[in-house]
Structure formats: structure tokens, C-alpha cells
């Protein structure tokens, strides 16, 4: 069922506001913004909103303050870098509620935009306090939720609030959900998921939900060693979650029971220590020796996994074949970003790092989507609800 958009109500001279989710990856040093791509990626939704003669109120969390002012997580930076990308000017309140705040929107013209302080100041806000969340909706007239990335978690801007304003989904919610929700639904076959990242743990709900609606399922990363380890595989140091050895054996025979192909990794790269200078080494899965840890997927698995890519018309992709952030061991997880961003298919990229390496290597606009949340993606291919979308009224 389609969420009403923003398209179907009018927005002309009301008080709009607008949860978004610029929680922005920050420079750990300076501070610096290091990707805009969540603020780019709500701009249609603003400029909408500023071209419809709405006035703009807009709120986002940075960071975790823990329900405390946290100097470092104001958003006035973020503030800026959107003012910059948009062309226009951007005011700041000192704070997301209260008087002052309610005097600054008090004096807002058409196309207006005002940026709240970080919600999450308050503890309020992730308590999802009904009060809070009325103080919230007595800044505006309409609720516009965008923040798809934070729509998993039941906080007051993000659902509280929707119970007391006319409420609608913004573009990038929109197109999030289509993305996502077409996977579900209605993928072109044959539809191929690849799944990395550090556990097993964090990616079973997507594997056993995945399982039943694709054609091909092919793992790399971390959880690899989990299931080579269940298969009676020696693998070294290499992490493995003792408690999910009979679950990664419960997968594999239900991955064969659908009859879907379940492709470890034929060879990996192997270390003996995690850093930059470790010496590595390209290995068979049958030879990896008992003082190595595993650190990528090897060149076979490369090519095995990209031929059988090639001929698949969806592909769904979440999670690093290799500890990426060492340069050394990014070899499988670049390869297979590239890959898929030349591919004659449907390409959707969900989880927090895969969507990171897409971005940083600048072929996000080659990928039909990259999702701006990771969690929720996630927690969305597992088959969950998201109750910040679920609050959200269907169209008609
Ligand atoms: P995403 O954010 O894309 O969903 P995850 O959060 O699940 O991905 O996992 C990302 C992490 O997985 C990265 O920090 C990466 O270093 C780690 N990882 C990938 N491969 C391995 C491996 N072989 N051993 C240990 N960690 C790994
Ligand atoms: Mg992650």
C-alpha cells in the first residue's frame, strides 16, 4: 500500500515540519561533515516544500547525545552545508521546542526554512513522550516524515508527533520504500542477494526472510568464517559466533530445501595480524591455516561471484566482502561495488558501509539505489514494520 505523499495535500502558506535524517558521518578530528549524501538525498522533498510556499520547519538527531546538549552534535553545520547545497538561506533555532522556537516559527515566511536543534537533546525523544511529541506538532500544521533511516526506532519526531498532525511521507521515504518494497514484492528474476559484513547474527532475519524469494544467495565478510566453521572448515582466528553454528546450518539446509544456490567463498585472503602492513595471502578454503584470520573473499570467489551476477536482472546487496577499511583487504568489496555498478539489472544497496564504499568511490548515481538507512533497510528486508512508516496514512 502507497503512503501519502506530500503531493497530496496543500501545503501552500502552512507550517510544515519535516523529520529528516541528516545524521551525518562527522570527521572524527575536525568535525568536518565527511558525506552530505543523506542532506542531498532529502532535497527534493525541501525544494518542493519552498516552491509550494510552505514554510519549512525542519528537525533531525546527530549523533547520540544521549538525551543531553552535546556542543559537538549541534546541528547549525549541518544547517549550513544544507543552505549551501540548496541555494538558499537556512535560520537556526536554539532549540527543537519551547517558546523561543515557537517565536521564531511565529515569524517564518513562504518558503521559509528553519532548522531545529538536535531532537535528541531531549530524552525525551527517544522516550517518544507523548508531551514532548505535542510540543513538537505545536510548531506546524503538517508533519512531512523523509527520515526513512530512522524509521525503525519509535521516537517522538519520528511517530509520537504523527498522532497529532496530518501526517505524509516525503519523496526520499517514498522513493526508500519503493526501492525496498519492490524487492519484496515484485523483483525482476533472477534475483540474487549478497550478503557481508562483520555477523551472521546481524544479517540472519535478512537471509532467512531473502531466502524465500530469491534465486541466488552469495556471502562474503565476516560470517563467512561462521559458515565455513559449521561445515567443519578450519578457519583459523578468524571471528566465529559459537552460538550461531547450528543456525548457519539450519540456513544452508534451508537455503537447500528452496533450492536456492548458497555460494561461500571458494578461496579468501588471509592475515596474520589486522593491519595496513599485514602480510596477506590468497588461500583456498581448505587451506587456511590455524594462525590466519580471514580478511577478504580471493580473486576466484571474485569472478565466480561476478558470473553468476552478470546474469541476474535484481541484485541486492548489503555488507563488505572483506574488512574494507584496511585498503589491503578492500580488494573483494571494490570489485564487486564496481561490478554491480556495470551491470544490466536492478541494483539496490542497503546496509550503512556497502552504501559508504558506493558513495566514496562515486558510483552511487550508477546503482538504480542506494539507501540512505542502513537499519532500516535491514530491519525492512527482514520483514519487520517500520512504525515510522507504518504511522504514516495510505494513499486513497
Ligand atoms: P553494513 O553496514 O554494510 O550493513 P556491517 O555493519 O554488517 O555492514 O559490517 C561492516 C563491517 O564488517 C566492517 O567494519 C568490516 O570491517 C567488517 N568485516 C567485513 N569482512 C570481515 C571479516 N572477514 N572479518 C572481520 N570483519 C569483517
Ligand atoms: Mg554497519
Redesign the pocket.
Known amino acids: 500500500m502507497q503512503k501519502k505523499t506530500v503531493k497530496d495535500i496543500d501545503v501552500e502558506g502552512k507550517r510544515v515540519l519535516v523529520r529528516v535524517d541528516f545524521n551525518v558521518p562527522l570527521d572524527v578530528n575536525t568535525g568536518a561533515i565527511s558525506d552530505d549524501s543523506r542532506i542531498r538525498a532529502s532535497l527534493p522533498t525541501i525544494n518542493y516544500l519552498v516552491e509550494h510556499k510552505a514554510k519549512v520547519i525542519l528537525c533531525s538527531h546527530l549523533g547520540r547525545p544521549k538525551g543531553r546538549v552535546v556542543e559537538e552534535l549541534r546541528m547549525a553545520p549541518v544547517a549550513q552545508r544544507l543552505s549551501q547545497l540548496i541555494g538558499l538561506p537556512v535560520s537556526i533555532a536554539p532549540d527543537c521546542v519551547g517558546r523561543e522556537v515557537e517565536n521564531k516559527v511565529k515569524v517564518l515566511k513562504e518558503g521559509d526554512i528553519l532548522f531545529l536543534e538536535n531532537v535528541r537533546f531531549h530524552p525525551e525523544e527517544e522516550a517518544n513522550d507523548p508531551h514532548f511529541a505535542q510540543e513538537l506538532a505545536r510548531l506546524a500544521d503538517i508533519y512531512v516524515n523523509d527520515a526513512f533511516g530512522t524509521a525503525h526506532r519509535a521516537h517522538a519526531s519520528t511517530v509520537g508527533v504523527a498522532k497529532y498532525l496530518p501526517a505524509v511521507a516525503g519523496f526520499l521515504m517514498e522513493t526508500e520504500l519503493e526501492a525496498m518494497g519492490n524487492l519484496l514484492s515484485a523483483p525482476a528474476h533472477p534475483f540474487a542477494c549478497v550478503i557481508?559484513?562483520?555477523?551472521v547474527s546481524?544479517?540472519m532475519g535478512l537471509v532467512q526472510n531473502m531466502l524465500k524469494k530469491l534465486d541466488i544467495l552469495l556471502i562474503?565478510?565476516?560470517?563467512?568464517?561462521t559458515f565455513l566453521k559449521a561445515q567443519g572448515y578450519e578457519v583459523g582466528h578468524?571471528?566465529v559466533e559459537r552460538d550461531k553454528l547450528s543456525l548457519a546450518k539450519e540456513l544452508l539446509k534451508e537455503a537447500e530445501e528452496w533450492k536456492v544456490p548458497f555460494l561461500l567463498p571458494i578461496d579468501?585472503v588471509v592475515a596474520k595480524e589486522?593491519k595496513a602492513e599485514a602480510k596477506t595471502k590468497v588461500v583456498s578454503i581448505t587451506d587456511i591455516s590455524p594462525d590466519s584470520?580471514?580478511?577478504?573473499i580471493g580473486p576466484q570467489t571474485i569472478e565466480l561471484f561476478s558470473n553468476e551476477l552478470r546474469k541476474c536482472h535484481t541484485i541486492m546487496w548489503?555488507?563488505?566482502?572483506?574488512?574494507?577499511?584496511?585498503p589491503q583487504?578492500a580488494q573483494g568489496?571494490r570489485s564487486l561495488a564496481k561490478l554491480l555498478s556495470a551491470v544490466n539489472a536492478t541494483t539496490i544497496i542497503?546496509?550503512?558501509?556497502?552504501?559508504?564504499?558506493v558513495q566514496e568511490m562515486r558510483l552511487a548515481n550508477k546503482m538504480t539505489h542506494v539507501s540512505t538507512g542502513?537499519?532500516a533497510s535491514?530491519r525492512f528486508l527482514e520483514g519487520a514494520t517500520l512504525p515510522g512508516v507504518e504511522i504514516l496514512p495510505d494513499k486513497g
Open positions: 557481508g559484513g562483520a555477523k546481524d544479517k562474503g565478510g565476516g560470517m563467512v568464517a578468524s571471528l579468501v589486522i584470520y580471514i580478511v577478504d548489503n555488507g563488505p566482502m572483506g574488512i574494507y577499511e584496511i583487504f568489496t542497503g546496509g550503512g558501509s556497502s552504501a559508504e564504499i542502513g537499519g535491514l
